[in-house]
């Protein structure tokens, strides 16, 4: 079954044992790859991070860089809560566009794919595309940069992006600095938005960003 939602032009695929959510700009063989073996470009990946219930690498696919992130459920316990709950990949694709719809500096994932057996959700993927750029670690640790000028501008954006993030009601779940990007035009961009969520109450939602806001102010110590 195909749908596609126009307004967000994004593209729909569903089976007994797959579920895909992609952008529809993408090319139709990149959009067959992910339907038919996703797995694949895994070993076609160049590996950014890898632990037991996720692992992350980056690709080109038509000159365009990408990254993947693969899901594994850790549990059969976490499995079968899954029935009732989304996958992970499909959180995290919810949380990145609402954010980005929300002014966010962050890459708008262009695919989810869910791996199912009916109800039983057992992993799934999230492509979104790749940012060219430092991170905000290697920044703050390069001793060769006008540091004065460049720690200005820096902890100026993260001020303004804690104020957004305040205004919508959401908060980061890691905010160590190796998960912000800085392009080279000097905008920062924030990545790794899993477990990232948005609060029903301020006074919650203050709470998780004022947590955010010391782990940031102690990895960046470290720097």
């Known amino acids: 079954m195909n749908t596609v939602d126009a307004e967000a032009a994004v593209a729909c695929r ?21 339907w038919n073996q996703p797995e694949s470009l895994l070993r076609l990946g160049e590996p950014l991070r890898a632990k037991a219930v996720r692992r992350t690498v980056r690709f080109s696919w038509d000159e365009q860089g990408y990254v993947l992130k693969h899901y594994v459920e850790p549990s059969r316990p976490h499995a079968l809560k899954r029935t009732v709950q989304a996958a ?7 949380v990145m566009h609402k954010l980005a719809d ?77 998960n912000f990007i800085v392009c080279p035009a000097g905008r920062l961009w924030v990545i790794d938005l899993d477990k990232a969520r948005f609060h029903r109450l301020a006074h919650s939602a203050a709470r998780q960003q ?13 720097c």
Do not use: H, M
């Not at 100026?156 to 980061?172: D, P």
């Not at 004022?210 to 470290?222: C, M, N």
């Open 14 to 34: 569903s089976s007994f044992f797959r579920v895909a959510r992609y952008a529809a700009v993408l090319s139709a063989d990149l959009r067959e790859t992910l």
């Open 88 to 94: 992970r990949a499909r959180l995290t694709w919810n």
């Open 102 to 178: 929300g002014g966010i500096a962050t890459p708008r994932p262009v695919a989810c794919i869910e791996n199912r057996l009916g109800p039983l959700r057992r992993d799934s993927f999230l492509l979104y595309p790749y940012l060219e750029g430092r991170t905000l670690r290697s920044c703050f640790a390069d001793e060769q940069q006008d540091s004065g000028q460049v720690a200005e501008s820096l902890w100026r954006q993260l001020g303004e992006l804690w104020q957004r993030l305040a205004q919508l009601r959401a908060s980061l779940a890691d905010t160590n600095v190796g």
């Open 210 to 222: 004022q947590r955010g806001w010391k782990q940031l102010l102690r990895s960046a110590a470290k």
